[in-house]
């Protein structure tokens, strides 16, 4: 069982920026950053291989944010630039527990552990 404990969220007017953090109690592999509004579906924001040589964003975030990873502090970040309102959500990272060092996992069901969630909000 891998515990994942996000950090990092908080208050952040438009056009700023935050960084947030997944601290996993293991090894982790293929990792995962979500999103979820009020009101609507839980979505895939990020995702990286437990190598770190590949990653997903959707296309609402691209050329703003950043996900990387530190395997050595089994740490895995979320770089957010250029906020938008709509960035408005609870931030979850997620973490799959199959050993593969390749595989980057584009959705909610391929991840069996979650952390708690951070909020992050953008003013307008």
């Known amino acids: 069982q891998v515990q994942l404990v996000e950090s990092g969220g908080g208050l952040v007017q438009a056009g700023g920026s935050l960084r947030l953090s997944c601290a996993a109690s293991?090894?982790?592999?293929?990792m995962g950053w979500f999103r979820q509004a009020p009101g609507k579906e839980r979505e895939l924001v990020a995702a990286i291989s437990g190598s770190g040589g590949s990653t997903y964003y959707a296309d609402s975030v691209k050329g703003r944010f950043t996900i990387s990873r530190d395997n050595a502090k089994n740490t895995v970040y979320l770089q957010m630039n250029s906020l938008k309102p709509e960035d408005t959500a609870v931030y979850y990272c997620?973490?799959?527990?199959?050993?593969?060092?390749?595989?980057?996992?584009?959705?909610?069901?391929?991840?069996?552990?979650w952390g708690q969630g951070t909020q992050v909000t953008v003013s307008s």
């Open positions: 997620a973490a799959d527990r199959r050993p593969n060092a390749l595989l980057v996992i584009t959705t909610v069901y391929g991840y069996d552990y």
């Open positions: 293991g090894r982790t592999f293929g």
